[in-house]
């Protein structure tokens, strides 16, 4: 690994995980993490996130982040632990919102900005303006790479497994070859379901775990009761990679694609286009629903902060027998 020095964003990124009890980042989900459940999971100590496209509007965008610093502020007039959060953002040319959104984050000034289906480049000046600092999502050396040379403060490998639009590569090797040539902060998401998976990812070279689809299954997120009970049921063998459903790899619940009739092995692929609402647009998402292979261990629905102590317990042990 070739060592440099890094730099001020890089090393408050660092300091921010460290700082945790926890190094997890609550991984931003469509339709699924709205300001509740990044609420709960700051409370909870770990970092909050949701998808700007999840609110249907850039009004009710800006309502959210009002609530959002609103309950940031009082809980820390009240002395109360509250976790920095993070807004996700879409960087992609046809998404008409971006610069009515980018115009919110100079507003609100969201610690953490992660990027989505684009260049970071689009985000940094300004987010580096107030002092955040943005990270990205990639799914290969070739992008990590490239979101390098564009300039982001920290990546989050996406590997197999991952809920959502997954990966398809194997943490051991994916992080193995990004640290070859990236020093900088790391975080890994893919089925990272418990406390032992979070401290993996550390003895593997990581920073910060995102942990997904657990917190789906919790009483704070967006989803119905349908869904939830869905996640408790399935195990591994009922998740299915396919890109049938949005175009884009992305791994679902077999049981609501045979409600939906969608046939995995088809080969037609919905298109990709960011414009409009983006919500409405991708129907398929609120009845076809994703889960990552470490669905098998939702045992049950619980709080964002029963769940996170849970984490809290098995990373504390798993540490504890490492030593
Ligand atoms: C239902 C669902 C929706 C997701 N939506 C987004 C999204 O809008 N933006 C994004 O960057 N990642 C999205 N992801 C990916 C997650 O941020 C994260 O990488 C993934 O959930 C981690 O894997 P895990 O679910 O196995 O924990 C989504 C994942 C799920 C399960």
Redesign the pocket.
């Known amino acids: 690994m070739t060592t440099t020095s890094l730099s001020a964003p890089q090393q408050q990124l660092l300091n921010l995980f460290a700082g945790l009890d926890l190094p997890v980042l609550a ?6 993490s709205g300001p509740r459940l990044l609420a709960a999971s700051c409370q909870a100590g770990i970092v909050g996130s949701l ?1 700007a ?1 999840n609110a249907r509007t850039v009004e009710q965008l800006q309502q959210w982040l009002e609530q959002i610093v609103g309950e940031r502020d009082a809980a820390q007039q009240r002395g109360e632990q509250w976790a920095p959060w993070m807004l ?1 953002m879409i960087v992609h040319s046809t998404y008409d919102r971006f610069e009515a959104e980018l115009e919110l984050v100079r507003r609100y000034q969201p610690p953490i900005v ?1 990027t ?1 289906l684009g260049s970071p480049k689009r985000v940094l000046d300004t987010v580096h303006a107030y002092g955040g600092v943005v990270i990205a ?1 990639v799914i290969s050396p070739a992008l990590a790479r490239k979101a390098v040379a564009a300039g982001v403060d920290g990546l ?1 490998l ?1 590997c197999n ?5 997954t990966g398809n590569y194997n943490p051991f090797a994916f992080v193995a070859e990004v640290r070859e040539f990236w020093d900088g902060p790391l975080g890994l ?5 418990n406390g032992r998976d979070i401290h993996a990812a550390q003895v593997l070279g990581c920073d910060f775990s ?5 917190l ?1 299954a919790t009483h704070e997120s967006l989803v119905e009761d349908a869904y939830r009970d869905m996640l408790v049921e399935c195990s591994l063998d009922q998740v299915t990679t396919t890109k049938a459903v949005s175009g884009v790899l992305a ?1 679902w619940m077999q049981p609501s694609l045979d409600k939906a009739g969608i046939d995995p092995r088809s080969e037609t692929r919905p298109s990709i286009d960011f414009s409009g609402d983006i919500a409405t647009a991708n129907k398929a ?1 609120k009845h076809v ?6 669905v098998g261990q939702i045992t049950r629905t619980c709080s964002v902060a029963e769940l996170v102590d849970e984490l809290h317990q098995g990373y504390r042990q798993s540490r504890a027998r490492a030593l």
């Open positions: 991984a931003p989900m469509f339709l699924v998808p496209p996700n992660s989505a999502d989050v996406v497994g991952a809920g959502g639009h998401a893919g089925a990272i379901s995102l942990v997904g689809t657990r789906i791994n998402w629903w994703s889960a990552g292979q470490g």
